[in-house]
């Protein structure tokens, strides 16, 4: 937690706010398409709503949530000592981000075939709903490969604090994806069965995606605003 302190010491409030509004849009759609790729997390929201009700996916979401925020301040100290060590690092990090973007997109096109949704059917309490969504999050390390590669593909470390600038993002992604969990959770309840047994709309939803990802990562790592 040091690292952290010695980023902000000295820092003012509006300092600590200041993020790069020019790729803010660009960061908000790719947040908001890769929320809405059908994948583990909205796969075990669907099915805990349809089995269970509205009350328990949004249990699931709220948990899923809580392992984000775990994963950005665990992102933040990671990161935060990369670039105490190097901002080649960080540049690298970037491009790497870039391209991971590239995969993502690659691999929702070709799992459109795999896309599935399964129903199960034991009862858990509210607060085991909770944790289970946390702890499914929390012990993906895909998700934390997720955050330090993508994230910093929008911070511009001569704004402000890189620490700072994380947080910020990871909380707007967080809020971004709870929104996307919490509609799911209506929708699936609502059009349970035909979001249980429609691959048609998952397949054409995952190849939107896909094709949205693809874009995003060849952009990011062309665009002049990928700074050292």
Known sequence: MRILFNYWE????FDFLAIDFSLLPAFILAAFVICVAPGPDMA???SRSISQGRKYGIATA???????LVHILLAVLGLSAILMTSTWAFLILKYVGAAY????GIQTLRDRKNVQVFTEKKKVSVRKAFMEGALTDIFNPKVALFFL?????????NISSTASQFIILGLILGVIGL???ISTVFISSL???FLAKNKTALWW????????????GAWLALDGKLKS
């Open 191 to 193: 059009f349970g069965n």
């Open 62 to 68: 709220f948990g899923i949530q809580m392992g984000v």
């Open 179 to 181: 929104s996307v969990d």
């Open 44 to 46: 075990f929201v669907i």
């Open 101 to 104: 973007l590239v995969y993502l």
């Open 149 to 157: 590669t993508f994230i910093p593909q929008f911070i511009d470390p």
């Open 205 to 216: 939803q995952q190849t939107v995606s896909g094709i949205t990802l693809l874009g995003l």
């Open 10 to 13: 000295g820092t003012s409030m």
